[in-house]
């Protein structure tokens, strides 16, 4: 729900004069989720909101949607004509100077950057410098209260006892010359997150061998492969509990559907092992002694272990993804791959840490869920994190 004092205090926090959120037809639902605005109710007309550091908010809207704005604070101006919204937009930002926007230079975070150069380029024309307004977006879309804190760590009790779930049917399955299929495993796990009440956006990854070496392969009619004794099983599963407001656990983990593991499969294993808890370690020791740390720096923590390894140009993706209501949540990335991912890992905020090596024959990922409490303390979520690959058929 919106809460003016607390926008307020972020903003004066990060030292800006205000914040001005902008959205056209749905263009930029970043602006939209902070007011809260109905997902299903789409003007068809441009409006402004901004809201100062100190002081009355102040409204723009089209005169044929008069009432867009009316459940927020402030006070009102409509326009008809284009010239009256350009003078609109110079009377909400009147003597501001630095005013945070849906933006980000150059483009560099397409996460945060929602509001198109145009309007950027009419702002600017006020006399207002419009500074990235990610940090501010993760105060009202990233951070969890403690209902959701609860619902994370409970889903994560369920996505942890889904592998011990996964793992045993595929070696009942495999052992003595059987086979199952992904398409099998997948539904088990379903099966699983149902009977658990929980609920996910999309099937689970279940990669055996070559299929484990692409990131976001997904099982197809045509693709569906049985797994074998011998086989090498990578399984990505993610899930909520189903509860409005509950957000997502998301891990990954690794197997060997047989009595011991190949070395091969265990040495590119413990490389990712090790960029894993490089960056846990990079976030941990940032957080105790209350410094600053922005995403780039936990990806370069973890890439720096598997580049120095000589594997650099295996690992094809970002080190991890913010976590919320979604999979993958509008907080900050664990980037400076894709994007350099300059907004600050904040207490309340959770994300992955999922370094992965992904070799024509088989590919390896481990993934963690990192959260941070508002005590600033560091939680690794979903059990003990994956030491070695699982030898399925041990005993």
Same mark, same amino acid.
């Given at each position: 729900?919106? *809460? /003016?004092?607390?926008?307020?205090?972020?903003?004066?926090?990060?030292?800006?004069?205000?914040?001005?959120?902008?959205?056209?037809? %749905?263009?930029?639902?970043? =602006?939209?989720?902070?007011?809260?605005?109905?997902?299903?109710?789409?003007?068809?007309? @441009?409006?402004?909101?901004?809201?100062?550091?100190?002081?009355?908010?102040?409204?723009?809207?089209?005169?044929?949607?008069?009432?867009?704005?009316? $459940?927020?604070?402030?006070?009102?101006?409509?326009?008809?004509?284009?010239?009256?919204?350009?003078?609109?937009?110079?009377?909400?930002?009147?003597?501001?100077?630095?005013? $945070?926007?849906?933006?980000?230079?150059?483009?560099? *975070?397409?996460? !945060?950057? @929602?509001?198109?150069?145009?309007?950027?380029?009419?702002?600017?024309?006020?006399?207002?410098?419009?500074?990235?307004?990610?940090?501010?977006? #993760?105060?009202?879309?990233?951070?969890?209260?403690?209902?959701?804190?609860?619902?994370?760590?409970?889903?994560?009790?369920?996505?942890?006892? =889904?592998?011990? !779930?996964?793992?045993?049917?595929? $070696?009942?399955?495999?052992?003595?010359?059987?086979?199952?299929?992904?398409?099998? &495993?997948?539904?088990?796990?379903?099966?699983?997150?149902?009977? *658990?009440?929980?609920?996910?956006?999309?099937?689970?990854?279940?990669?055996?061998?070559?299929?484990?070496?692409?990131?976001?392969?997904?099982?197809?009619?045509?693709?569906?492969?049985?797994?074998?004794? %011998?086989?090498?099983?990578?399984?990505?599963?993610?899930?909520?509990?189903?509860?409005? @407001?509950?957000?997502?656990?998301?891990?990954?983990?690794? $197997?060997?559907?047989?009595?011991?593991?190949?070395?091969?499969?265990?040495?590119?294993?413990?490389?990712?092992?090790?960029? @894993?808890?490089?960056?846990?370690?990079?976030?941990?020791?940032?957080?105790?002694?209350?410094?600053?740390? #922005?995403?780039?720096? &936990?990806?370069?923590?973890?890439?720096? !272990?598997?580049?120095?390894?000589?594997?650099?140009?295996?690992?094809?993706?970002?080190?991890?993804?913010?976590?919320? #209501?979604?999979?993958? %949540?509008?907080?900050?990335?664990?980037?400076?791959?894709?994007?350099?991912?300059?907004?600050? !890992?904040?207490?309340?905020?959770?994300?992955?840490?999922?370094?992965?090596?992904?070799?024509?024959?088989?590919?390896?990922?481990?993934?963690?869920?990192?959260?941070?409490?508002?005590?600033?303390?560091?939680?690794?979520?979903?059990?003990?994190?994956?030491?070695?690959?699982?030898? /399925?058929?041990?005993?």
């Amino acid at each position: 729900m919106f *809460n /003016l004092p607390s926008v307020q205090k972020a903003i004066q926090d990060l030292g800006l004069d205000g914040w001005l959120l902008y959205d056209f037809r %749905g263009l930029n639902v970043l =602006a939209r989720r902070v007011l809260g605005l109905n997902p299903e109710h789409i003007l068809s007309r @441009r409006w402004f909101y901004f809201i100062p550091a100190k002081g009355e908010p102040r409204k723009l809207v089209h005169r044929i949607e008069p009432g867009a704005l009316d $459940a927020y604070p402030g006070s009102k101006q409509s326009y008809l004509r284009w010239q009256e919204l350009e003078a609109g937009v110079a009377d909400l930002v009147k003597g501001a100077k630095r005013v $945070a926007m849906e933006y980000v230079p150059r483009n560099a *975070n397409p996460y !945060v950057s @929602r509001v198109d150069a145009g309007t950027v380029e009419l702002v600017r024309a006020c006399g207002v410098e419009v500074v990235p307004s990610g940090d501010l977006v #993760q105060f009202f879309e990233a951070c969890w209260d403690d209902e959701q804190e609860k619902t994370h760590f409970d889903a994560a009790v369920h996505t942890r006892s =889904a592998y011990d !779930v996964a793992f045993q049917f595929i $070696a009942g399955r495999t052992r003595g010359g059987g086979s199952v299929k992904e398409s099998e &495993v997948i539904r088990c796990i379903l099966d699983h997150f149902e009977r *658990n009440g929980l609920e996910t956006d999309h099937p689970p990854i279940v990669a055996v061998g070559p299929h484990s070496g692409d990131p976001h392969y997904a099982t197809t009619p045509e693709s569906d492969t049985p797994i074998r004794e %011998g086989d090498f099983v990578l399984i990505d599963l993610w899930a909520k509990l189903k509860r409005p @407001r509950a957000v997502y656990s998301d891990l990954t983990r690794v $197997a060997f559907a047989g009595k011991q593991v190949p070395p091969r499969y265990e040495e590119i294993f413990q490389i990712v092992r090790r960029a @894993r808890d490089a960056g846990i370690d990079c976030v941990k020791g940032a957080f105790a002694v209350k410094k600053p740390l #922005q995403g780039w720096q &936990v990806d370069d923590a973890t890439r720096r !272990v598997i580049d120095e390894a000589g594997y650099g140009p295996y690992f094809c993706h970002r080190t991890g993804h913010s976590i919320g #209501q979604e999979t993958h %949540g509008n907080g900050a990335n664990m980037d400076n791959l894709e994007t350099r991912e300059e907004r600050r !890992v904040l207490p309340r905020t959770c994300f992955s840490i999922e370094p992965g090596i992904y070799l024509p024959e088989f590919g390896v990922r481990s993934e963690v869920n990192v959260y941070i409490d508002a005590r600033g303390t560091v939680h690794v979520t979903g059990g003990d994190p994956q030491m070695s690959v699982t030898p /399925l058929l041990a005993s």
